[in-house]
Nanobody, 128 residues
């Protein structure tokens, strides 16, 4: 299974970016899909997850609620992260990840060791 993330860049505070992650080599519908991020010198942090059942089953870290939206297109084997009202503290490398199976509650997904597959990061830099 391969995950390829893209869409990172450099934006000013208050700007928007849309990250994409294309999954190949597996059955996309079987995976819950998540985004994590890692800033320099910090641990990798959970951002959002969308369960395999669809758009209404999502969880977010509190710091991005109301600003970020995760979505998926099963026909394109792609997961998205729409990021609005970006802040300098959102600056990080963003990673998409996939997890086989399904579970209730964010704790089922919100640590890196719970994910089965990872893509390479895409850098997001927000200037103040």
């Amino acid at each position: 299974v391969q995950l390829q993330a893209s869409g990172g860049g450099f934006v000013q505070t208050g700007g928007s970016l849309r990250l994409s992650c294309v999954v190949s080599g597996g059955t996309f519908r079987s995976y819950a899909m998540a985004w994590f991020r890692q800033a320099p010198g910090k641990e990798r942090e959970f951002v959002a997850v969308i369960r395999r059942q669809g758009q209404s089953l999502t969880y977010y870290v509190d710091s991005v609620k109301g600003r970020f939206t995760i979505s998926r297109d099963n026909a394109k084997s792609t997961v998205y992260l729409q990021m609005n009202s970006l802040k300098p503290e959102d600056t990080a490398a963003y990673y998409c990840a996939a997890k086989m199976g399904d579970g209730v509650g964010s704790s089922y997904y919100n640590t890196p060791d719970r994910m089965d597959y990872w893509g390479k990061g895409t850098q997001v830099t927000v200037s103040s």
